[in-house]
């Protein structure tokens, strides 16, 4: 009875002992491997929806620090970044050697040109428009010859001889009032003088000024013709007369 006894209890013990093994087994076969689950393929629709759900912002922060990675990765050699500041003295320097031995204009040279100031009086002195030799002087008292003509005659203006294509100059300025052809003294030019003083220039070619011009002394306004046939004899020569108030006077008392 003992022997049946103790038989019953060892193979109750080793029925036991291979359940527990056989449970363990069954586990372990059917228990998922992590490795299965990391190594699983993404399909294309997966990896669409991850794209729309990543932020704008991964992206510009990687390109940021794909950048900032690049120019670490640079020389030491490299050419370094111009400041703000050391641009600024840069140009402050270059515009100071650029000034140098520049004169500097003051306020009153910067004002605008005026015109000439037309005020003639009998104190003014004019300049030859010409220079050469007095062919017919000026005379209002008593005749003087003229050659071409073979008479004697008065004379409102003074002859003086030039060579054709000799510059004419303003003797004073003046204004153009006017710009006619007379047989006698060809193209003549009568400038305002002011205070009812006039200007007459006579036979020119090649005007350089016209009615209305304001004319400063010294500017050439025409240049010597050919005489006319009143002064042939005489030759080539500029005719020069004064007015006050219309009545001719001596422009030899206003020159030097």
Known sequence: MKNKMAKYIVNSLVLAAMAAVGITAYQLGTS???????????????????????????????????????QADEPADAAPDVTAEAAS?????????????????????????????????????????????????????QTTYFPTLDQYRLSPAVSVQAVEGAPVTAAVNGTVYTIEETAQTGTTLTMELGNGYQAIYGQLTDLTVQEGDVVEKGTIIGYINA???YYSKEGSN???????????????????
């Open 89 to 141: 003295e840069a140009a402050e320097q270059l515009a100071e050697s650029s000034l140098q031995g520049t004169e500097v204009l003051s306020a009153s040279d910067l004002e605008p040109l005026t015109a000439p100031e037309i005020n003639f009086s009998e104190d003014t002195l004019m300049e030859w428009p010409v220079h050469g030799n007095i062919l017919v002087d000026y005379s209002m008292d």
């Open 238 to 256: 500029l005719y020069f007369a004064m007015k006050k108030d219309g009545e001719p006077i001596d422009p030899i008392v206003y020159l030097p």
């Open 227 to 229: 005489p006319t046939k």
């Open 32 to 70: 998922p491997e992590k490795k299965d689950v990391l190594e699983m393929p993404v399909s294309v629709s997966d990896e669409e929806e991850q794209t729309e759900q990543t932020p704008m912002l991964d992206a510009g922060t990687s390109l940021v620090k794909a950048d900032l990675e690049e």
